[in-house]
């Protein structure tokens, strides 16, 4: 055996790598065949982004350069309609408007979603917590054109509100309060609370029951009240969950469209107007698809701007 073990050796000493000075051959590394994978994987849904998202937005970038009715020959004006967006006290108006409803989109349901959250992780599994928890969240399920639709009838002389204000003593209080100047944005902000307080309870709710409970613990037997833990252990434990509510909200706030084009459509006068229904109406009753465009480009980099902050601000502290 030893004999005949050297020739094999030597011969595979000359035919070796280092001998011949030829470079060893390498197969396919398992790395790259798994990006490539990936990427299959992926790309259906990049086409679709590409498609749907990113060519639009290319689109209305294009068109926001042009002086164009959607029929005739386009107009080169470059920064032109910018220009009037962001020049012109009524667009300006419009964006304040949006900038507004962030109150109502935003603060209002977070603050009461992250009170009813705590209140209702306290209550003992049953039908009573069941039956909160759904009437809470049923308004994330009818359609926002519906709610608009029911919201016009409780506002109305002689909805719902105005009824139950007559009925406590308080009839010089009762409005049309859609149609009044001063009560018809707040009226549809507060709109835009009752549909979103359902996500944000439900989004808290679930992200308190991932919080461990002898943290809670800790706290009692330090003499923590309920204020103190909501402090110290919820608000600390929920900021990824409340950085996800917070930037929904505010981009359902800035982006409206439905419930304010169903309920008032931006009236009276401009007094509900939001850059959603002002670029519908530019695009599709001013034939103004140029600056119609442009106010689109200009919500969508205030979306940026707003909801990138908030973004970094989440991570940052989650780190």
Not at 181 to 188: G, K, N, R
Not at 285 to 296: K, L
Request: glycine residues 10%.
């Amino acid at each position: 055996m030893s004999v005949s073990a050297a020739p094999v050796a030597a011969g595979e000493a000359l035919t070796s790598p280092a001998a011949t000075g030829r470079a060893p051959r390498r197969g396919p590394r398992p790395g790259g065949l798994r990006r490539w994978g990936h990427l299959a994987f992926v790309a259906p849904a990049l086409a679709f982004y590409g498609y749907f998202v990113l060519f639009p937005l290319g689109t209305s970038v294009q068109y926001s350069l042009y002086d164009w009715n959607g029929i005739g020959p386009a107009t080169w004006v470059g920064a032109e309609n910018y220009r009037r967006v962001l020049t012109d006290p009524d667009q300006l108006e419009t964006l304040l408007h949006a900038f507004e409803l962030i109150l109502f989109f935003t603060v209002v349901p977070v603050v009461l979603g992250l009170v009813a959250a705590s209140l209702m992780h306290g209550l003992r599994p049953g039908p009573f917590a069941t039956v909160s928890r759904t009437v809470l969240f049923i308004p994330q399920v009818i359609p926002l054109v519906a709610a608009g639709i029911v919201w016009d009838w409780v506002y109305s002389s002689d909805g719902i509100a105005n009824e139950v204000l007559r009925a406590i003593g308080l009839g010089d209080v009762a409005r049309p309060w859609l149609a009044d100047f001063e009560t018809a944005l707040p009226a549809v902000g507060l709109i835009g609370s009752w549909v979103m307080l359902g996500l944000c309870t439900l989004l808290l709710l679930t992200g308190i029951s991932k919080i461990d409970p002898s943290l809670y613990e800790a706290a009692r037997i330090d003499g923590a009240g309920r204020l103190s833990e909501l402090r110290h252990v919820t608000l600390p434990g929920l900021r990824r969950e409340l950085g996800v509510c917070v930037t929904v909200t505010m981009i359902a706030a800035l982006a409206s469209f439905d419930i304010i084009y169903i309920s008032t459509q931006g009236g009276p006068g401009r007094s509900t107007m939001v850059p959603g229904v002002e670029i519908y109406r530019l695009a599709f009753t001013e034939r103004e698809i140029g600056r119609a465009s442009a106010m689109a480009v200009v919500l969508m980099v205030l979306v940026l701007v707003t909801i990138v902050p908030v973004q970094r601000l989440t991570q940052r502290a989650d780190q």
